[in-house]
Each structure stands twice: as C-alpha cells, then as structure tokens.
C-alpha cells in the first residue's frame, strides 16, 4: 500500500500561481503512476494532471494546458502539481491518487490510493 498527503493548498488572487505537493510513504514510490484529480463543490471529481513511473509521459485536462505542471521526484517520494494563471473556476480540493497501472489513467476508477485533499480557492 501507499499513503499519500497533499499539501500547499490555499487562496491566491486570479493570476497567482500555487505548488500543491503530494508525499508518498509505503511501497516504492516509483512504481506508482501519479494522478491529481480536482473536485468543485456540487460537481464530480475530475482528472486534472496524470504522470508516468518515470515522469517522461504527461497527460493535461484541457482546461490546464498551459497553465499547470505536473512532475515527479521519485528519490523524495513526491509528486507536484505547479499551477499559475490561476482562474476562479480553478476553485476546488485537489486529490492526488496513485496507481500500479502503467497507463495513464483518466477515471478516478484508474487509480486505488488517494489523499485526503486540499482546498484551493482562487479569487477573482
């Protein structure tokens, strides 16, 4: 199993920018692929970012592209989500997830271990 906290939530001003980080402990980190999921009060929770074991593969909602960045330091166990040009509509808890699949999954179905969230509120 693996056990994972996300951290760096908070409120930022529309534009800001934020770098959410997940800390893994368990079983190899580098055998997890990584995903951050996010979910809006009222609204089902949806893939935002997804990794691979190595980091070389990357998978973006449309809805970041361009403003977020997922990465990985697999020797620190953490995954990280870098998010500027940040909208209000980005307002939501952000969920890391992990998975023992090599693909990149997209359905919270994909994935078996999740964090506990952490709130981002962006203002307008």
């Known amino acids: 199993q693996v056990q994972l906290v996300e951290s760096g939530g908070g409120l930022v001003q529309a534009g800001g920018s934020l770098r959410l980080s997940c800390a893994a402990s368990?079983?190899?980190?580098?055998?997890?692929?990584m995903g951050w999921f996010r979910q809006a009060p009222g609204k089902e929770r949806d893939i935002v970012a997804a990794?691979?074991?190595?980091?070389?593969?990357?998978y973006y909602a449309d809805s970041v592209k361009g403003r977020f960045t997922i990465s990985r330091d697999n020797a620190k166990n953490t995954v990280y989500l870098q998010m500027n040009s940040l909208k209000p509509e980005d307002t939501a808890v952000y969920f890391c997830?992990?998975?023992?699949?090599?693909?990149?999954?997209?359905?919270?179905?994909?994935?078996?271990?999740w964090g506990q969230g952490t709130q981002v509120t962006v203002s307008s």
């Open positions: 997830a992990a998975t023992l699949s090599t693909v990149l999954g997209l359905s919270e179905n994909e994935y078996n271990y």
């Open positions: 368990g079983r190899t980190f580098s055998s997890y692929t």
């Open positions: 990794i691979s074991r190595s980091g070389r593969s990357t």
